[in-house]
């Protein structure tokens, strides 16, 4: 797939130009620099040479087939040359020209003229406005950076040149090679998706990266990077992911969610690795270049200094590490080799008077210890300590084990860092910085090992819920009732409690009669949101004169708070019995459609914000990652004594969720707030839920 772009026996540059500085010029030097072994032909109708090459006055004069063409003539001319370079039956374009849809109305109009032309010749496109594109191993470099690129194993694309230009200097710094390099520039054709393909598939790339500002279809990325990110790792940045809440929203779920929850989402299910900042993605890159898998959480320390020692083990605590103690025949052996003084746990501290030959025998020691999945060799510069040395043995015998270093400094460790780095040993400035790739690194390896996940379709009422929106629909409501919202979830397997609606305070005792005490009391009225935040909810309410009072409370309270409104009553409500509140409910996100929320429910959702999304529908399994990922997982499992809660059932809640919402695309948005779940036994019940309708996305 799109290796056409990548291997071609011929280029041709249109828009060469003898003028160095020049686009036109430094993408044909740049060809010709890196000894491209095919022919090249600069297309220039006022040249007849151009850098010792014979130029032609358009594509149609060329002698031979032209399998690539970079264009670099201005955005006016780009159509009409695609159209020629169409006459000549070439099949694949890099349109460095910018002036097209990043400059308003005018150039996006030229933009889809170049697509439209481009398509009914079948010349597929990468740009336009973009850098170009690079194959170290085909000798290809049809870009117009100033950087002569290195040979490797990272496969790069990005939507942004000017990170291509700091992708090329850093590997160029860190002395990684690049297999190939696309810069996507305004994606009219080719896209990211495509990239993720065609990288996954060169053979010569080891480690993907890419630079990401927007994403056109989320749910086909999704799918095509839980394909590649098996095969190999996928370093993803993105940039561009606006904070939740930025827009009106009907529901809890609506306002905590956004694009970047969405993002989080897909990475969450197919296994990207996403870096936070640009410095962390230079840093996830090497690891991954250099490094075998982090085949376990298991972490161990070197350091000759206390401080930075315990820095790491700190940061170790706070990620998905652990730092386990070293087995005693570990120890034993650990004493032949070091001082009395010295430290035998992990953080293993070697102490200040280390020197390098101190490093090496600490090393042989924990390398072998089965237990340690990877090593972290930490360095302070001390005056018996010779960093050179010690960056020496750690690219000697590389172990099988993963090492990363970390030596602290500037100047007097600049030399050990570059002698690490040329012998593929990662190196990084700060322990915590270490630390985290290494988190990044096992959490990878740990969903490559683990089966995919499978999303199995739960025995749901789909026709009553069919029929319900088919009411709403024939009475041109945009607006679903109480008792359609129960009976769309209710269908979907949730339950909820006993209740009845009251207009006066004598229906409303009847209605608790009915019902049993102790009962709940709630303001009915459809233009009210959030029914406690005007105080019209009274809870455990234990007989008639406590429900009288908290009726015309209800009724103050709202009549205060929302003068002018109009109350329809009180809802009667069964007390759910005694549960942890939690939040499921769903969302759909213009690019990745449905996402199913959970985190800890009530009225507090929004301050607490301790909630967690995946792409909907969703597996059992993913339903129990969302419940133990939230930071009120502990209170879950139950805390002073208490019970678990139904683990299970609330995982079913979730999935049910997900399928609604993938189910009926109608439903814009919804969510159960709160669902009271208790331990195992106890019912899961359902005690406020709301439902919206909107335009099918
Ligand atoms: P709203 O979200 O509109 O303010 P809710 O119906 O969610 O109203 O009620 C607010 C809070 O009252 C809930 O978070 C819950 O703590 C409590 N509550 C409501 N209904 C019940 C019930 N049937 N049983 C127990 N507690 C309830
Ligand atoms: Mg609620």
């Known amino acids: 797939m799109l290796d056409f772009f990548f291997k071609p026996k011929t280029v041709a540059v249109i828009g060469a130009s003898r003028e160095p500085g020049k686009v036109g010029h430094d993408v044909l030097r740049n060809l010709l620099d890196f000894n491209f072994p095919g022919h090249i032909f600069p297309i220039n109708p006022k040249a007849d040479e151009i850098?010792?090459?014979?130029?032609?006055?358009?594509?149609?004069?060329?002698?031979?087939?032209?399998?690539?063409?970079?264009?670099?003539?201005?955005?006016?001319?780009?159509?009409?040359?695609?159209?020629?370079?169409?006459?000549?039956?070439?099949?694949?374009?890099?349109?460095?020209?910018?002036?097209?849809?990043?400059?308003?109305?005018?150039?996006?109009?030229?933009?889809?003229?170049?697509?439209?032309?481009?398509?009914?010749?079948?010349?597929?496109?990468?740009?336009?406005?973009?850098?170009?594109?690079?194959?170290?191993?085909?000798?290809?470099?049809?870009?117009?950076?100033?950087?002569?690129?290195?040979?490797?194993?990272?496969?790069?694309?990005?939507?942004?040149?000017?990170?291509?230009?700091?992708?090329?200097?850093?590997?160029?710094?860190?002395?990684?090679?690049?297999?190939?390099?696309?810069?996507?520039?305004?994606?009219?054709?080719?896209?990211?998706?495509?990239?993720?393909?065609?990288?996954?598939?060169?053979?010569?790339?080891?480690?993907?990266?890419?630079?990401?500002?927007?994403?056109?279809?989320?749910?086909?990325?999704?799918?095509?990077?839980?394909?590649?990110?098996?095969?190999?790792?996928?370093?993803?940045?993105?940039?561009?992911?606006?904070?939740?809440?930025?827009?009106?929203?009907?529901?809890?779920t609506g306002s905590l969610a956004g694009s970047e929850q969405a993002f989080e989402a897909s990475v969450k299910r197919s296994g990207l690795i996403r870096a936070k900042t640009l410095r962390e993605f230079f840093n996830l890159a090497l690891y991954f270049a250099f490094m075998p898998p982090l085949a376990g959480p298991y972490l161990g320390i070197v350091t000759n200094s206390g401080g930075p020692g315990i820095v790491a083990a700190d940061a170790c605590e706070n990620s998905a590490l652990e730092l386990p103690s070293l087995s005693s025949e570990t120890v034993e052996k650990l004493r032949k080799v070091l001082p009395p003084y010295a430290s035998f746990y992990n953080p293993v501290d070697i102490t200040g008077d280390a020197d390098a030959a101190r490093y090496e025998k600490t090393l042989e020691v924990l390398i072998e210890d089965q237990r340690l999945n990877g090593l972290l060799v930490i360095l302070s510069r001390t005056a018996t300590v010779n960093p050179d040395e010690v960056a020496e043995i750690l690219t000697k015998d590389k172990a099988q084990k993963p090492i990363v270093a970390c030596f602290l400094g500037e100047e007097s460790v600049k030399k050990a860092r570059k002698k690490l780095l040329k012998g593929k040993v990662p190196h990084y400035e700060y322990p915590e910085e270490a630390v985290k790739v290494l988190e990044k690194a096992w959490l990878y390896e740990w969903w490559r090992k683990k089966p995919p996940a499978k999303v199995k379709k739960l025995k749901v009422n789909f026709k009553q819920v069919a029929e319900t929106l088919q009411i709403v629909r024939s009475e041109g409501r945009s607006h679903l009732l109480d008792h359609e919202v129960k009976q769309i979830l209710e269908a979907y397997g949730f339950v909820f409690p006993k209740s009845l609606v009251a207009r006066t305070t004598d229906e409303a005792i009847l209605a608790a009669k009915v019902i049993g005490y102790p009962v709940v009391l709630k303001v009915l009225s459809p233009q009210i949101q959030h029914k406690s935040d005007v105080g019209g909810v009274k809870v455990n309410i234990r007989d008639e004169e406590e429900l009288i009072k908290a009726f015309e409370e209800i009724i103050i309270n709202v009549r205060k708070r929302l003068p002018g409104i109009s109350v329809l009553g009180v809802i009667v409500q069964e007390m759910a019995p005694k549960g942890k509140e939690v939040i499921v409910g769903f969302i759909r996100d213009p690019q990745f459609g449905p996402l199913v929320m959970f985190g800890l429910g009530g009225i507090y959702v929004e301050v607490l914000k301790d909630v967690t999304f995946r792409l909907a529908p969703l597996a059992k399994e993913e339903a129990l990652e969302m419940i133990r990922e939230i930071k009120a997982y502990p209170v879950l499992k139950g805390i002073r004594g208490e019970p678990e809660v139904d683990m299970d059932s609330l995982a079913r809640a979730i999935v049910s969720m997900g399928q609604l919402a993938a189910d009926f695309p109608e439903l814009s948005e919804g969510e159960v707030n709160p669902l009271i779940v208790g331990p195992k036994g106890q019912k899961t019940i359902a005690v406020d839920a709301r439902l919206s309708l909107g335009g099918e996305k």
């Open 51 to 252: 850098l010792g090459l014979k130029a032609y006055p358009s594509i149609l004069e060329v002698p031979e087939d032209v399998d690539l063409v970079v264009i670099a003539v201005r955005a006016p001319f780009v159509p009409e040359v695609i159209d020629q370079c169409g006459q000549k039956g070439v099949k694949a374009a890099v349109v460095l020209t910018s002036g097209f849809k990043e400059t308003g109305l005018e150039g996006a109009k030229l933009e889809k003229k170049l697509v439209e032309t481009a398509r009914s010749h079948g010349i597929r496109i990468i740009g336009p406005n973009c850098l170009g594109i690079l194959d170290t191993y085909s000798r290809l470099n049809a870009t117009f950076a100033g950087l002569k690129p290195i040979k490797g194993e990272i496969g790069f694309f990005s939507q942004s040149g000017a990170l291509c230009l700091a992708v090329l200097e850093w590997s160029k710094a860190e002395k990684i090679g690049l297999s190939r390099f696309v810069s996507l520039g305004n994606k009219c054709d080719v896209n990211e998706i495509e990239c993720l393909r065609m990288l996954a598939e060169d053979p010569h790339t080891k480690v993907i990266m890419g630079y990401i500002e927007g994403i056109t279809d989320g749910r086909a990325f999704t799918e095509v990077a839980c394909e590649v990110a098996r095969e190999k790792p996928v370093i993803i940045f993105k940039s561009g992911t606006t904070a939740a809440g930025a827009r009106a929203a009907s529901s809890h």
